[in-house]
């Protein structure tokens, strides 16, 4: 079975400043990673995948995120926070063993821009 | 339509009574997702679709919750018996698998309320 830890369930930046979160995967099979965002009452948003290939991603607003399969890392950064940025931020593993590949999600990562 | 749509968007029901919520896939997505996001639990899958079929329950909290997809498109979750601990937003997700994207997208969510 495949879990996901998502380290700090709150994180402060001051806008401008470099936005880390972090995510960590246990998985006995190669993974699909996923990093998702939710604003206030809505739905989930993909923010950027990990399949296979290149292990530094780029996705939507700036983000990117770096598969380290040593570290069984995916931690997602953006080098300048924006207000904007604010939300809920939650990782997720998706494996292919089972046919499903449903996700399993973490408990997510609440970000708050300071001005 | 152009994204994932869920009716209602919010519900507010007595306990013991039953409820039924509707998820509108992407239209050609072969699979479809629900998932159950509540204070206590975070993110938790519940059932998956492929086309009308339901591969894998397993994530189904007890037996008064069922679901049922027809034509390859619309679902409806339905909870029986409701109870206090169901209250909850349940998010709907589908998936079109080709090579390589597994990414699943989300509608708004049904917020669940049961009083």
Known sequence: ?115 | GAGVSQSPSNKVTEKGKDVELRCDPISGHTALYWYRQSLGQGLEFLIYFQGNSAPDKSGLPSDRFSAERTGGSVSTLTIQRTQQEDSAVYLCASTLWTSGSYEQYFGPGTRLTVT
Request: charged share 15%; with cysteine.
């Open chain 1, 1 to 115: 079975a495949q879990s996901v830890t998502q380290l700090g369930s709150h994180v402060s930046v001051s806008e401008g400043a470099l936005v880390l979160l972090r995510c960590n995967y246990s998985s006995s099979v190669p993974p699909y990673l996923f990093w998702y965002v939710q604003y206030p009452n809505q739905g989930l948003q993909l923010l950027l995948k990990y399949t296979t290939g290149a292990t530094l991603v780029k996705g939507i607003n700036g983000f990117e995120a770096e598969f380290k399969k040593s570290e069984t890392s995916f931690h997602l950064t953006k080098p300048s926070a924006h207000m904007s940025d604010a939300a809920e931020y939650f990782c997720a593993v998706s494996v292919s063993d089972t046919g499903r590949r449903a996700l399993t999600f973490g408990s997510g990562t609440r970000l708050q821009v300071q001005p």
